[in-house]
């Protein structure tokens, strides 16, 4: 467990989109005036200060900024309604707390979609994981938990203590459910780990 890199997964980013492509290729090379259709693009940056414009040398620090950088340029007239509207996103990872909400007024056309692509393809992550480290899993010491647990794997069960790193609160676990559990779910090296549960397939009694 220690050389793994252990996330817990918290947040499932959400949009609602109405005629807004979202892609992933390479876009051409342009802006505002020689672009196909008069086009505009704007730019994000995960390590861009607070304060930019959406330029390519002065990009936006999130998502939010950009859809508000829209939003303003349709208002002040400087993006007409005919214009396709590209964001490009620059590589990283792009840490959330909350949904990227997008809403009717978001939207483009047919002819001129608002559409949101990575720079370079394969580059842009969008989490709204925690990292959790190694070193925070710590063996059973509770004696009122070891108790409950079989004596085969009670020096093996781990546990962390995610307020220490989370402060949002979770719902509880119900003690009977079908289906997926409610977050928080857990992740080792990419992978989903199932929670715990009794009977398991291949028990005698199983139950489910």
Sequence with gaps: MKNKNVNLFMLAVTAFTSSILLANEEPSEGSLGNRPKDSVTFYVAVDANGD????????????????????????SCRLRSD????????????????????SAEDSGTAGAPVVYRATKPGSVRIRGSVA????????????????????????????????????APFASFKTSFR???????????????????WPNLGTPEQGW
């Design 132 to 167: 959790l480290s190694p070193s925070a899993f710590t063996s059973v010491s509770d004696d009122a938990i070891r108790s409950r647990l079989d004596d085969a794997v009670r020096d093996d069960i781990l546990v962390c203590d995610i307020s220490e790193s989370v402060s």
């Design 83 to 102: 214009q396709p509207v590209t964001v490009r996103i620059g590589p990283g990872v792009y840490r959330r707390s909350s949904s990227f909400q997008l």
């Design 179 to 197: 289906g997926v559990p409610v977050a928080p779910w857990l992740y080792v090296n990419h992978h989903p780990k199932p929670l715990a549960r």
């Design 52 to 75: 930019g414009n959406g330029t390519s040398s002065d990009p936006f620090q999130s998502l939010e900024q950009a859809r508000d950088g829209i939003r303003a340029a349709r208002k």
